[in-house]
């Protein structure tokens, strides 16, 4: 028992959760056996032993347990249920396709019924059973209330609104201006590029996987990597001091972590060459710009060439460049990640001088 | 079913959903239910009905104890003669329907002449509106239009009014006619509701605590927001205020809607075993509930616990102005017990609570309520600037322990700045005291002197290691030598004269030594921080001292310690040199006959260092210390270990004047988040608040270094004073006091000028320790008992003996003129030469003598400082009465009041004050109510008392001297007159006559 939550416990680790879950989106989406009807059962026993199984851990309970978090448990339930739904609709229809027949959707599309009574009748049993689940919520679990706002005294960990959490927990890895102002406008700006990059019919109106692998998979690694897990770690694995904890983790204050992450200018001039920083902050940065310059110049062309030949076909020079731009932001996040855990590296470019620091 | 399905297909099964909508729809339903049930539910409801039960019964129980009060028999008597009258009425029945009926017509007559006149001239008065608008409007048709109606109406009026006037006194006078027929049953009816009236009342209170279908209705759910009997009670404090840190709201205490007894008498109870003291209630308490629950219920329905002090509108903190939260804190607004953010006394209440209400620490309020045992520590947030805070005893000790300890010395706390040093100038130690005392004391101070107030400072439990006890050996030596090295060295010559030790215990034992130490055989306070150990006790100060120094300090202790609070007892040569002998015989055999442990050099370089390596770089650090010689070394440790230790907080010591002091600052000590509060490993479990943090650092100061890892020198530091359960409960409290007052200074208790004056003046009878020897304000006089028994000891009488303590200053306002006062305090003069006892010399500057001076008058509020005297000269007659009755024949005052040079001619025992002083030092008024009443003023005094009677006697002689009033003249040899006119013609023949220039006649 204890060996299991070890085990949970260095499982739960960020690299490894991140690392866990970029492999089932990259391997999961493309395996079909996931997507049935018995796979969802298990999938959803396997949630539920494991929830009462650790219900029986007091810190466990504790965090799952806060009014604040209520929420999060559920967001495991519904985000675990509506992909499964999707997916398995998606490998229903690409499997008719491939037969030669056409979407459920799209047979569907061809019997009609009246608005009222058949749609309204339903959504007001919904809207019942939804009142009463919120009535139920309001009378069972108390209005998460703390005490006044203290500037001398904030609470210990000082977290963001649930949905904030996976921001906050980029804050680790980058400046705040990139982690907190850049990648969110990004995001926003990338999203709503989408239709204008991506004009591709296929899998309108249906659900459909092997129409277009790559779109899916992109965005269920942006969802559900780098938003979704990052909120479950943000709400559940992070303590004091924005320590990490597992779920069977006591929340120890005076918890210490070792802090000896280096930038890449100290890796070079002091690990490499064996001399001192450079005075001057362009010489002492020169090889991180280079280096940052050429993660935005060489991958495109490259792309081009091999992985994202036929993207470059289609969508022509000026959308594509657009894509691959997007593109590569979102894989900077994890590319700084990893060097975070696996060479401690702190900045790439750090020019304190200029409050700039990538 | 099938015609259904004809009309139109359907995607579900319109049963199966019909079934669905229907569960979905009683599952709103009972939500719903559900959600109103439980806004309505509440705890404090439930209180308030068992209270309302609870006064039902007592109510109840008090009705019936009133209807059996009454008098059965004048019950039966009023009702038999009701009777009687009733029958008479009978007879008398036409007359009375008579008036009962044209008094009935009346009534309509009188409300239509009513209407009609009021009606008149409400319409009277609209048009005189309209005349005025008209005549200002210069519409001169219309306005004469105006004035004729209204002529005419004011003529209406005039007639409606005799009318009305009319009928009322024809109403009057058949309402006269009915009362005179009824007057026999009016007053029986009157003399019977008398007898009810007490039950009367009741009924009415019960009406309101029943619960009756009207009662239950009003606290039905959903229209309880009408008027319910249960309800919230609420007391808003606009002064008072929460800090929720932007900004300060005032405080709503809702406190009452639970303890809804508590500003009233009549639920008192015993808070220990919390039982009523009504039997009544308490039986009903034992019979309703489960004991478990009884304690609970009992006591959020009891009164305050001190209602004369608290919550009733009598109070000085009444409940609507001061609230509960004020003192208690906790969370004003809460409703519930558990987010009133109460505080169990302790764990077994906790235990009891955690089961019987769900209580758990409620983490999202900052200011959890103060268990009843620190709830003093409010007290200061409205009382400040005082010396003590009046009936908060334990408040008032931890302030004193503090100030006693000299907590200020390593602590800064604001206010406190100006305390001297609790601990004696080791600039000169080396001319007092030896080294190999000096290393045994630091060691172990208590080892020497039980009772000290030096702390334990070394071996405490994070330095008891063997390595850290070597390393404590050589630190000592280090101090040492250092105090040594940096001393002044003065030598003491021994005594001019030979002392003799007896006559020295005589003289400790009666000089006054005892207010201030513990001195002589047997004599053993404990360490009470009490009056008679403001000084340190002297049983042992043999194995301290030297002949030559104690002389010296003995003569005068300021010249050796320019700061110290030892008086100057004027002693003479032989006095002091007696007092000498007599206390170096005091020794304390075991401390003495202990070795001192030897220094491991090679400890003493490694710590020393260690403190050098923390200046410098290691290998400059190992050179320095080559360089040092082995004295060298030991001065520098020294330096270091003082500088650590932090003995400057209490010591004067060359080198370390301008030091800042080590401890963190106290100001806000109780208002510390409880976060900052370093539990370390907490080895012991201490519950994470600040009162069970400071009450165990102030019990075991080091323990917060259990478990950890640290060197020698970053160790905590804070001594261990070996402070009693209480003592440490007292200054835990007094710490809690020193918090952030959020009471707008409007609302504190501020002091008038005359206060503010009276308070200067306790500061110094505090700092001074008068009430070692004085009882002040019905406090203190500690020597007395001790100096009595002295005396007793002697052979005197246990009477007499009193008659050899230190006069009583109660009253010393009223009692002596200031300018006398003031010049006694710079000069002292002996008033009472053949004492033993003597009031010292305490050097007082002129300051600090008018603050004292002008306490005593403000005290006794007195005029201050100017008083009308005025100058008599008294006639040849007044002067020979007055002398006559100073005789052994009358008053015989000569035998024991000194006059002048003249010594009394009683026993020393019973000798009193000379009466020629009094001219300077006494006020008239003071001596005419002492002669009047002395036991009044001074309990116990020996004055005898020869008035305290409106008239008194005198030989007959007397009527010529005194001024007696009409009709006054001897019978039968005796003179018989009020006793004011014999004490005045006294009073002015002590003030007056004494200093005339008359012979006084023969005694």
Known sequence: MEAFKSLINWLSAPEKLIGLSTVFVLVGLRTRQLWTNLAGLIGLVAFVVFFLFSFQDPNFRIIVTKPDNVPIVLLFLFVGFFMWLSMKQAWENDERIAAGGEPIEKSEYKEKVLTWPHLVYIELICLVLMTVGLLLWSILIQAPLEEPANPAKTPNPSKAPWYFLGLQEMLVYYDPWIAGVVLPTLVIVGLMAIPYIDRNTKGAGYYTFKERPFAITVFMFGFVVLWVALIVIGTFLRGPNWNFFGPYEYWDGHKLEALVNVNLSEFIYVKWMGTGLPQFWLVREVWGLILVALYFVLPPPILARTLFKDFYKQLGIERYSILVMFFLCMVALPVKMMLRWFFNLKYIVAIPEYFLNV | ?1003
């Open chain 2, 1 to 1003: 079913m099938n015609e259904k399905q004809s009309f139109v297909d359907f995607v579900y099964n319109l049963d199966k959903l019909n079934a669905v909508f229907a569960l979905s729809s009683v599952a709103l339903a009972i939500s719903m239910i559900w959600m109103v049930w439980a806004d309505y539910d509440r705890e404090w409801k439930g209180v308030q009905r068992a209270a309302m039960a609870l006064e039902q019964h007592k109510v109840e129980t008090e009705i019936s104890a009133a209807e059996a009060a009454i008098d059965k028999d004048l019950l039966a008597s009023i009702e038999s003669r009701m009777k009687e009258v009733e029958n008479s009425l009978e007879a008398k029945a036409d007359e009375l329907n008579g008036v009962q009926d044209s008094l009935e017509i009346l009534r309509g007559e009188h409300y239509i002449a009513d209407q009609n006149l009021k009606f008149e001239k409400a319409e009277y008065d609209v048009v005189k509106y309209g005349y005025e608008e008209a005549a200002h409007n210069q519409h001169n048709e219309e306005a004469a239009e105006k004035r004729a109606v209204m002529d005419e109406m004011e003529r209406r009026m005039a007639e409606f009014r005799l009318i009305f006037e009319a009928v009322d006194a024809r109403r009057e006078e058949q309402r006269t006619n009915l009362a005179e027929i009824e007057e026999a049953q009016t007053a029986l009816q009157s003399e019977k509701n008398a007898l009810f009236k007490d039950a009367g009342l009741l009924e009415r209170r019960l009406s309101n605590l029943e619960p009756s279908f009207q009662n239950q209705f009003r606290n039905a759910p959903l229209v309880d927001f009408i008027d319910p009997t249960v309800k919230i009670r609420q007391i808003v404090l606009g002064d008072l205020k929460n800090d929720i840190n932007f900004i300060r709201v005032p405080k709503v205490d809702r406190c009452n809607t639970c303890h809804v007894n508590i500003d009233r008498t009549g639920f008192e109870i015993d808070w220990e075993t919390a039982t009523f003291n009504d039997p009544v209630l308490a039986d009903y308490m034992k019979a309703n509930y489960e004991e478990d629950e009884r304690i609970g219920m009992t006591k959020v329905m009891a009164s305050h616990p001190n209602l004369d002090l608290f919550m009733s509108s009598a109070s000085p903190h009444p409940m609507e102005g001061v609230g509960c939260t004020s003192c208690h804190v906790g969370r004003d607004r809460g409703v519930t017990f558990v987010n009133t953010a109460h505080t169990p006394s302790d764990a077994a209440e906790q235990e009891r609570w955690e089961r019987l209400y769900g209580w758990h620490k409620m983490h999202h309020w900052d200011y959890p309520m103060y268990q009843t045992k620190y709830v003093e520590q409010s007290c200061s947030s409205c009382h400040q600037g005082v010396v003590e805070v009046p009936k908060a005893d334990k408040l008032n000790r931890g302030v004193h322990l503090v100030k006693t300890l000299g907590c200020q010395g390593c602590h800064k706390i604001q206010g406190y700045a100006d305390i001297r040093n609790v601990g004696p100038d080791l600039t000169r130690s080396a001319s007092k005291i030896k080294p190999d005392w000096t290393l045994k004391w630091i060691r172990d101070p208590r080892g020497f002197r039980a009772t000290t107030k030096m702390p334990k400072i070394f071996d405490l439990q994070n330095e008891s290691s063997p390595q850290d006890r070597a390393r404590n050996t050589a630190g000592i030596q280090a101090i040492t030598t250092y105090l040594f090295d940096k001393s002044e060295k003065i030598d003491y010559p021994a005594p001019p004269v030979r002392g003799d030790v007896v006559r020295g215990e005589k003289l400790v034992a009666k000089t006054g030594c005892r207010a201030c130490h513990v001195v002589g055989e047997g004599d053993d306070k404990g360490q009470d921080y009490d009056l008679r150990n403001f000084g340190p006790s002297l049983n042992d100060v043999g194995s301290k001292l030297e002949s030559g120094w104690l002389y010296a300090w003995l003569k005068d202790p300021t010249a050796y310690f320019p700061d110290t609070l030892m008086p100057d007892l004027r002693l003479t040569d032989q006095e002091a040199s007696d007092i000498t002998a007599y206390l170096l015989t005091l020794r304390n055999e075991d401390f003495e006959s202990k070795r001192p442990a030897e220094v491991d050099k090679a400890v003493r370089d490694d710590l020393a260092l260690d403190f050098l390596k923390g200046r410098m770089p290691v290998r400059a650090a190992e050179a320095e210390l080559a360089k040092m010689s082995d004295h060298d070394r030991d001065v520098f440790l020294g330096e270091r270990m003082i500088a650590r230790q932090g003995c400057y907080g209490c010591h004067t010591i060359e080198g370390f004047e301008d030091m800042t002091p080590i401890g963190t600052e106290l100001t806000l000590q109780g208002s510390k988040d409880v976060a900052k509060l370093d539990f370390a490993l907490n080895t012991l479990n201490v519950p994470h608040t600040r009162q069970d943090w400071f009450f165990t650092k102030l019990k075991l100061p080091r323990v917060w270094d259990e478990g950890k890892v640290k060197p020698y020198k970053d160790k905590l530091r804070m001594p261990n004073f070996s402070l009693s359960d209480d003592d440490a409960h007292a200054l835990t409290l007094a710490l809690l006091s020193f918090s952030q007052s959020f009471v707008e200074p409007s609302a504190m208790r501020n002091l008038s000028a005359a206060e503010a004056e009276i308070e200067k003046g306790r500061k110094h009878i505090y700092e001074r320790n008068c009430k070692g020897c004085h009882v002040v304000e019905n406090e203190g006089g500690a020597i007395k008992e001790v100096l009595a028994s002295a005396y007793v000891a002697d052979g005197v009488g246990e009477a007499e003996a009193v008659g050899f303590t230190p006069p009583t200053l109660n009253g010393e306002g009223r009692k002596v003129q200031p300018e006398w006062l003031f010049g006694f305090l710079r000069n002292v003069t002996p008033i009472r030469p053949w004492l033993d006892v003597r009031m010292p010399t305490f050097g007082f500057n002129d300051e600090e003598s008018v603050e004292i001076t002008t306490y005593f008058s403000r005290a006794d509020e007195q005029a201050f400082p100017y008083e009308t005297f005025v100058d008599k000269r008294l006639t040849r007659d007044e002067m020979r009465g007055a002398e006559i009755m100073f005789t052994a024949d009358v008053y015989n005052c000569w035998t024991c009041h000194q006059q002048g040079d003249i010594q009394p001619k009683g026993d020393p025992a019973s000798w009193a004050p000379d009466l020629k002083m009094s001219r300077e030092r006494l006020k008239a008024a003071w001596i005419k109510d002492w002669l009047m009443d002395p036991q009044q003023i001074e309990a116990g005094t020996k004055m005898p008392t020869f008035f305290g009677d409106e008239q008194t006697y005198l030989p007959e002689n007397m009527a010529d001297y005194l001024p007696l009033p009409e009709g006054v003249k001897p019978e039968y040899g005796v003179l018989q007159l009020p006793s004011q006119i014999v004490i005045d013609a006294l009073t002015d023949y002590v003030i007056h006559g004494l200093h005339q220039n008359v012979r006084v006649s023969e005694r």
